[in-house]
């Protein structure tokens, strides 16, 4: 079993940076690739950015390239996503997850989300 628990989020203005921390316990972080999805309200869930366990491939969705970059600490158990240039449609709930082997979009666990809200 993995525990993954979102911090970092909150209320910023657009252009302004946050940077989000996922603390993963129960299993050993650096055997898992993580991802970071997020989801807005009415919205379906939307792919973030997603980091491979193994080989450590960074993967972007289309709508963040070049804004947000993610991030892990495998001595700290700790995933990040470093976010800038933020834009009120990055307003959502940003979640968590952890799966095995490489990244494939079919986490296993998930987070709780913490909640991103971007000011116009």
């Known amino acids: 079993q993995v525990q993954l628990v979102e911090s970092g989020g909150g209320l910023v203005q657009a252009g302004g940076s946050l940077r989000l921390s996922c603390a993963a316990s129960g299993r050993t972080l650096s055997t898992y690739s993580m991802g970071w999805l997020r989801q807005a309200p009415g919205k379906e869930r939307d792919f973030v950015a997603a980091i491979n366990g193994d080989d450590g491939r960074t993967f972007y969705g289309g709508s963040v390239k070049g804004r947000f970059t993610i991030s892990r600490d495998n001595a700290k158990n700790t995933l990040y996503l470093q976010m800038n240039s933020l834009k009120p449609e990055d307003t959502a709930v940003y979640l968590c997850?952890?799966?095995?082997?490489?990244?494939?979009?079919?986490?296993?666990?998930w987070g709780q989300g913490t909640q991103v809200t971007v000011s116009s």
């Open positions: 997850a952890a799966e095995s082997g490489q990244w494939r979009m079919t986490p296993e666990y």
